[in-house]
């Protein structure tokens, strides 16, 4: 925890930057939520709602943890992990701005217990492409809850964080990450390389290594997300009721 207020105190800019994003992507996903869904999401009593997305973050959290590499399509800095199944349920059961609420507990929990060895820029990275999933999918399942729906919720949502995870990675988190630890992007780039010949810039490390594992995440979702939500749903609303 020290060490986590240490860094806090290092990094007051960024750390203030990362809280006017998630402000920003809270509200349009209230505005969203009142203009558009206000008739089809879920009613919850605020007690229920806040112990619903506490619940959600910290199995999140627990996912979050257990995070592994893909090592024959990117470099072991690059990990994949299940930490977006429950918020994705989460998302589909309470809305948008219950899925935005459920990643900010996840990543909260993650820096109370594990820290931050990315100074929060790998953190912030995390919330904001989870978001990128989560919102648009929640957003189009709450315009007609039907299991045909859900499955273009799912394609949405991981077409767009397949595609804004993308050009995030290439315009500012690659860049970010070299100049966190002092090296060079070359350096980043050849660990890409020892994956894949055919990396040999940041946008061939985007393409090769980004695009897929963001798809192959987006699908292992889906898969998770297709099998588990409808049986967590009738517990949950059972229980809301």
């Known amino acids: 925890m020290s060490n986590l207020i240490k860094t806090l105190g290092e990094n007051t800019q960024f750390v203030l930057v990362s809280v006017c994003v998630i402000a920003v992507i809270i509200l349009i996903s209230k505005l969203v939520e009142t203009k558009l869904l206000k008739e089809t999401v879920a009613k919850v009593g605020k007690t229920r709602y806040i112990t619903t997305c506490a619940m959600f973050g910290a199995i999140a959290m627990v996912l979050h943890i257990l995070d592994f590499a893909i090592p024959f399509l990117a470099p072991g800095f690059y990990k994949l992990d299940f930490s977006e199944v429950p918020v994705m349920i989460g998302g589909f059961l309470l809305g948008p701005v219950g899925g935005v609420v459920i990643e900010v507990v996840k990543i909260l ?107 192959l995440k987006g699908v292992m979702i889906s898969v998770v997300t297709a099998l588990l939500y409808k049986r967590i749903s009738k517990v949950l609303h059972n229980s809301f009721n």
Do not use: Q, R
């Open 109 to 215: 929990l993650k820096l109370v217990v594990k820290g931050t060895t990315t100074a929060f820029v790998g953190d912030l990275a995390n919330f904001v492409v989870g978001c990128a999933f989560v919102v648009p999918a929640s957003i189009v399942y709450h315009m007609n809850k039907t299991k045909k729906t859900a499955f273009i919720a799912l394609v949405t949502g991981t077409c767009c964080m397949t595609v804004f995870g993308s050009l995030f990675n290439g315009i500012y988190l690659i860049p970010a990450f070299a100049a966190l630890y002092g090296m060079p992007v070359d350096v980043i780039i050849s660990m890409g390389t020892e994956v894949n010949k055919g990396i040999t810039s940041i946008w061939t490390l985007v393409l090769f290594s980004v695009v897929p594992l963001n798809i």
